[in-house]
């Protein structure tokens, strides 16, 4: 397990693989021309594969055309090499062009949503394959072009079919270190928590289109490698190899070999490249084989080959070990500290005025104004359907108010701020369902988002500023210490609404909104949750706090907001609204059938 | 000037089987959160069934809504066992896309495998043609557009006015009040796929008996027709039905007076700009993923 | 965890390549040639849209082999032709050649399939390996030139024979010729060459090109521009599909214009997509007819019926069967011991070889291609049928 998480050994590592392969294939003797030939072609293949197999893993975009890329790199080391360019310089060369072509077009389809970037990419092949056969001089056309002798730097001579294997091991060793580097990084951890909540990792900062066109132009520079190792290997340059067939193909490597693992990668490119080889002389069972492999293992093995395997042969007793921990994780040190070390916008207050909404025709929110001061509790309470989720929504940017008097945070002002922006001006939230990173542990999760806070705790001069570090005291300080290192769909619901209100701490929340945190807690839970949110409250945390579990907002809240079909109804202390009849009638009779419901 | 005339006009008859493609896309992806790549490979299968058949002495009218019948039932079939099992959820809509290319995968090699892969004459259901302003053009193509634009109706009237209709129409914005309303989203689904691939069986009926019928010819018009999706938007039917017969004559005009070597290209063109200029298509809505 | 999943892997990838590696190569005078076999190679689409062509051109190349192999082989050696699929990609195509050359160690490649799939095949198998490769399905100009050692060609290249088709439509006296070509390189490159044959024979004659976007089913616009140029003769140079639509369209349109095209349009598929539309249609073909009463056409027939049950006479096996009798001949010919060397020799030793199939052929060190004779054919009464002397695409 250590070696997981060590990234500089995994690099060492994967850099062993790749000598020891080259040594068997090259020098050993062991080897002939011909399977010398099919780990080479392995082995581009898993580089492009990589490039799909790492884009579906850690950001859920499943690209269908990435042969695009894998083109520009291979063209480009004919035309390059032509040029005179040693093969040192075109492997950059292409990687970046890949990558700004592929930044740019993720842009376009990541504004939308993940599935166009499946759309676009399909259409983006079939443009490419069109270009490829048309553009004569670039490409040798319909005809293909023969790939000439490469000058290199390092070897001192042009290279050509010969290096194949050395160029083709270097080109995935590197592609390789450059995926772990990455993806098991801050970067990945960024794209995973996206890629399982993409509506929360915007309250925590994160920018998903960026991101998503980020990963799309790594992915895309990793296709070029591939690319640029295939027109060495082969020696001969045609169309065919990047039609739509071929693109498909990768997805099949993907699929069976798994997503986000290289040795799924691996896995997945000897499966494309090992059945025509077995299927020998049998015509059209190819086809059959990839097509139905594809089904059957997103059916059955729905994490690909490789992962299974590593899954059963590791995970098993993970699931019994968590549910040992949950039980009564200690707290420790006072919240108030914890609050003073680590969150950068402490007593802002928070101030709505006139918010209105309205969905089609019917008006979600009209003319709505709570204010909360500075380190204070304010509850807001209302039958289901009254608003109160979609205020929230309001202010965290998901939904666009019709019209606003003000949305303050302190002095900054909220309106047509991105959602991503609204954490730096202190503004965090939880969710109802917690809504989790799902792929990541709490403890990554925490330290990832962490990392969004690091220049306003710097600019706001607290001693914590490290990433870890705080990720690490609020563990503590919230008694996540023994779930850290599991993934939230092993936690019981109570310890997933506490990691949620740590991760909005983790982003640097110095006023909180909290979606229904008591619904769905049991006593035990209820009342660990409700120590905290008071510690809260008294180490200057500003709280707006909404929920059906009203005993518990009366308890906590100094004054309290009814809402009603979009309205405030009522507004006072936790005695008034306990005697007022507007709200008695309005709510109560509900409240009492929802608390039954929920308990 | 009689160019372009006759370019739209064609155009047009092209388009009708993008649109029904387009449409068949649409209602399958508000429905089950599918994108189905397979759906013009159900198509030329439903039609490959409908040439047996042929073969085997029924009419040729009969046949064509026999392959309705194959096509509809083919989908079912392909939503219940391939599609149902996944579950539900955003994170699944592209394995949902992926599991389907590799069904189409699957269709392409059987078909190649059953009825060969080399070109097969179809039968037109109308044979002959007439002249319309001096441009001869094929009455099967005037059939295809009529037959669209009656599909095109029926699934507007379905949608519209059928209380069921209605209903599909209400679960595809809001899932949770259908299941809350006790509707039955298995039968949702397979009305869905049943309409969408019927539509695609259409489209490929009249493609093949306008040129002929092999196992590979849905690859152009599925294309075309995902651009045509791309224009009107995901989520929108009418978009869907004007994308695709923009795209027709789109491609059909820019074949012409621009380059008839880069047609992908242009059409590929005109979906990034698409995309730059309205994300959603220019009839579609943002679909808010949910909180 | 991963650590060892990589070393395992490796391990298994170590294992496998020392297996494959050391399997024992039989006793071998010379690459793939022992006492009573002979081993050859190639690769063919049999999947895909191109498996077309692909699955027929295979199964009349075994048929001819097979046939052999019954009489007892050639110098008592049986033909073993191992063939892959390449599925009409040159990535794979080159893996089959190292797995060919390297691994089953054949003496020749011999009708491999595919113009682009066989020259990404070259760097490897003809210029660094030296194996030859005989008579492949495709070709271009540029692979002859300059000459490539071991690289012999059958077909008539397209590039000539458009330039026969120019000159045959001016024998028989147009005067506005109009090439229609599908729209893509390769295409264009064929169509730009019936100019001069046209001219060759008829200094006043016309020429006009005309690109169609590949794929384009409908052909209303396209036949009403045809008839505004007011052409006499037609020369087509597309997909299969297309000529049938064109040709659809014109007789649709009542337009009365004799229609050309060349050999891939010779087949059996024109006349069944076809029907009444493509009455008249010329074409010259590689070969004489499948259908014809040839002896050679009814041992095809027979031997087809034969070793290939599955399979309908038509021109693409028929090629192949005919393409696989060349190669016999020249191996029956070869000097012993049988080498690459002999085998070469063999053929450039061939001087208007008549397979009764092909035109008589003739091959020399200097000359890679042996077919140089088109017979021209004409669709009648839903046949194809010879009509004329062959033309040779040499003498202008």
């Known amino acids: 397990m250590k070696l997981a998480s060590n990234r500089p050994a995994r690099a060492a590592l994967i850099a062993l693989c790749g000598l020891l392969t080259w040594l068997v294939v090259v020098h050993s003797g062991l080897v002939g021309d011909y399977v010398g030939f099919v780990v080479v072609a392995i082995a581009y293949f898993a580089v492009v594969t990589m490039a799909v197999s790492m884009l579906a893993g850690y950001c859920g975009i499943w690209p269908i055309g990435h042969t695009a890329f894998t083109a520009t790199g291979a063209y480009l080391t004919v035309n390059l090499g032509l040029a005179g360019l040693p093969i040192e310089a075109i492997v950059p060369i292409a990687v970046v062009t890949a990558a700004v072509i592929g930044y740019l077009l993720g842009m376009t389809a990541g504004r939308f949503s993940i599935l166009y970037f499946g759309l676009l990419t399909l259409a983006l092949s079939l443009a490419a394959f069109e270009v490829i056969g048309r553009w004569d001089q670039f490409t040798g056309g319909e005809h293909g072009i023969v790939v000439p002798a490469i000058p290199s730097l390092l070897a001192g001579r042009p290279i050509g079919l010969t290096d194949a294997t050395g160029f083709t091991l270097i080109v995935a060793t590197v592609a390789f270190m450059a995926v772990d580097l990455v993806c098991r990084g801050p970067v990945g951890r960024r794209w995973l928590a996206i890629k399982s909540q993409r509506i929360a990792s915007m309250a925590c900062g994160f920018v998903p289109p960026r991101e998503n066109a980020t990963a799309f132009g790594f992915s895309a520079g990793l296709a070029a490698m591939s690319g640029c190792a295939m027109a060495i290997a082969i020696g001969y340059l045609d169309p065919e190899g ?358 | 000037m009689g160019d372009i005339i006759s370019l739209i006009i064609s155009g047009i008859a092209n388009g009708s089987a993008y649109a029904l493609l387009a449409l068949g896309i649409v209602i399958i992806f508000r429905s089950t ?19 047996s058949a042929i073969a085997a002495g029924v009419p040729i009218a009969a046949a064509f809504f026999l392959a309705i019948a194959v096509a509809g039932v083919v989908g079912i079939a392909a939503e219940r066992l391939l599609i149902r099992p996944l579950g539900h959820g955003q994170h699944l809509l592209f394995v949902a896309l992926v599991i389907t290319i590799g069904l189409g995968l699957v269709m392409q090699a059987g078909m190649g495998a059953f009825w060969g892969n080399t070109p097969k004459p179809f039968p037109p259901l109308v044979p002959g043609w007439i002249q319309v302003a001096g441009v001869a053009i094929s009455l099967n193509k005037i059939a295809a557009t009529v037959f669209a634009l009656i599909a095109m109706g029926f699934v507007a009237w379905f949608f519209g006015y059928m209380p069921f209709g209605i209903a599909m129409r209400a679960s595809a914005e809001d899932p949770l009040a259908a299941r809350m309303l006790g509707l039955n989203t298995g039968r949702i689904a397979s009305i869905a796929w049943f309409l969408g691939c019927g539509l695609a069986a259409i489209a490929m009926f009249f493609l093949a008996a306008e040129s002929s019928l092999n196992p590979h010819i849905a690859h152009s018009p599925l294309f075309r027709a995902f651009a045509g999706v791309f224009l009107g938007g995901l989520t929108s039917m009418p978009g869907a039905v004007i994308g695709g017969f923009a795209i027709g004559v789109l491609d059909n005009i820019a074949g012409h007076y621009i380059s008839a070597n880069y047609r992908d290209t242009i059409v590929f063109t005109v979906i990034v700009v698409v995309l730059f200029v309205r994300p959603a298509g220019f009839l579609g809505s943002i679909r808010k993923e949910r909180v | 965890m991963a650590s060892f999943g990589k070393a395992a892997s490796l391990a298994l990838a170590a294992a496998l390549s020392i297996g494959l590696a050391t399997l024992p190569a ?45 009489r007892g082989g050639i110098n008592g050696r049986k033909i073993e032709w191992i063939v892959e699929d390449n599925a009409y990609n040159p990535q794979q195509t080159v893996a089959i050649a190292r797995k060919l050359i390297s691994s089953d160690n054949v003496l020749a490649l011999v009708v491999p399939h595919g113009t682009g799939q066989s020259a990404a095949a070259f760097p490897y198998a003809i210029d660094q390996q030296k194996v030859p490769m005989l008579l492949p399905y495709g070709g271009a100009k540029d692979w002859y030139d300059p000459l490539k050692p071991g690289l012999l060609g059958l077909h008539v290249l397209y590039e000539d024979q458009a330039a026969a088709i120019g000159r045959w439509a001016a024998q028989d006296g147009h005067k506005k010729v109009l090439v229609i070509y599908g729209a893509n390189a390769a295409f264009e490159n064929v169509a730009n060459h019936v100019e001069p044959g046209v001219k060759a024979l008829s200094q006043d004659a016309s020429v006009e090109l005309l690109p169609v976007k590949i794929g384009t089913t409908d052909y209303g616009p396209i036949v009403l521009d045809i008839m505004n140029r007011k052409p006499d003769a037609i020369v087509c140079i597309q997909l299969l599909q297309e000529i049938v639509l064109l040709s659809k369209g014109l007789k649709q349109q009542g337009a009365d214009i004799q229609v050309y095209s060349y050999a891939p349009t010779v087949g059996q598929a024109t006349i069944d997509l076809g029907g009444e539309f493509v009455e008249g249609l010329k074409a010259p073909s590689l070969t004489n007819s499948p259908f014809s009463d040839h002896p050679a056409a009814q041992e095809y027939r027979e031997a087809l019926a034969k070793y290939a049950p599955g399979e309908k006479p038509d021109f693409v096996s028929y090629l192949g069967f005919g393409a696989a009798k060349i190669f016999a001949e020249a191996l029956s010919k070869a000097q012993e011991p049988l080498t690459r ?3 070469l020799g063999a053929f450039h030793a061939m001087q208007g070889y008549d397979s009764g199939i092909f035109p008589p052929v003739t091959f020399a060190q200097e000359r890679p291609l042996g077919g140089h004779l088109l017979q021209p054919m004409q669709v009648k009464d839903g046949k194809w049928v010879e009509v004329g002397d062959v033309i040779d695409v040499n003498q202008f």
């Open chain 2, 33 to 51: 959160d599918t994108v189905n790549f397979a759906i013009g490979d159900t198509g030329t299968l439903a039609t490959f069934a409908a040439l």
């Open chain 1, 242 to 599: 990047f039609s739509l067939n071929a693109g498909v193909t990768m997805l099949v490597a993907t699929v069976v070999g798994g997503t986000g693992s290289i040795l799924g990668a691996i896995f997945g490119a000897a499966f494309i490249v090992g059945v025509p080889e077995l299927a020998r002389g049998t015509s059209n069972v190819a086809p059959f084989i990839y097509g139905g492999a594809m089904i059957l293992v997103l059916l059955f093995l729905r994490k690909g080959v490789v992962p299974s395997i590593i899954e059963l042969l590791s995970g098993g007793s993970r699931g019994a070990r968590m549910k040992a921990a949950g039980q009564g994780a200690a707290r420790g040190g006072d919240l108030a500290a914890l609050v003073a070390d680590v969150l950068p916008n402490r007593g802002s207050d928070l101030v709505i005025e006139d918010v209105s909404v309205a969905f089609g025709g019917v008006k979600a929110l009209q003319n709505v104004s709570i204010t909360v001061p500075a380190g204070r509790a304010i509850g807001l309470i209302g039958p289901n359907g009254s608003g109160k989720t979609t205020l929230l929504n309001v202010l965290s940017g998901f939904v666009k108010p019709k019209s606003v008097g003000t949305l303050k945070v302190g002095s900054v002002d909220l309106q047509g701020l991105a959602p991503w922006v609204r954490i730096e001006a202190g503004f965090g939230r939880t969710f109802q369902h917690a809504e989790l990173f799902g792929e990541l542990t709490i403890r990554d999760a925490l330290r990832v988002v962490a990392r969004q806070g690091r220049a306003s705790r710097l600019a706001a001069g607290r001693t914590l500023v490290d990433a870890d570090a705080v990720a690490e005291r609020i563990i503590a300080g919230l008694g996540l210490g023994e779930v850290a290192d599991s993934k939230p769909h092993f936690l019981p619901f109570g310890i997933q609404k506490v990691a949620d209100i740590a991760r909005a701490l983790a982003g640097g929340a110095g006023v909180l909104a909290l979606d229904e945190p008591f619904s769905g807690l049991d006593a035990d839970e209820s009342a660990k949750l409700r120590a905290i949110l008071r510690e809260l409250r008294q180490a200057g945390v500003t709280i707006l706090i909404i929920d059906h579990v009203v005993h518990e907002i009366f308890d906590l809240a100094e004054s309290v907001y009814v809402l009603d079909f979009g309205s405030v109804i009522a507004h006072g202390t936790p005695a008034e609204i306990r005697a007022n009849p507007k709200v008695r009638e309005a709510y109560f009779g509900i409240t009492e059938t929802a608390e039954a419901q929920h308990a």
């Open chain 3, 341 to 343: 060397e002999s085998l």
């Open chain 3, 26 to 70: 039989s006793a071998e005078d010379a690459p793939g040639v022992t006492p009573d076999s002979v081993k050859i190679g190639s690769w063919v689409a049999l999947s895909g849209p191109v498996a077309v062509y692909g699955v027929p051109l295979r199964a009349g190349v075994q048929s001819y082999f097979d046939l052999v192999n019954d």
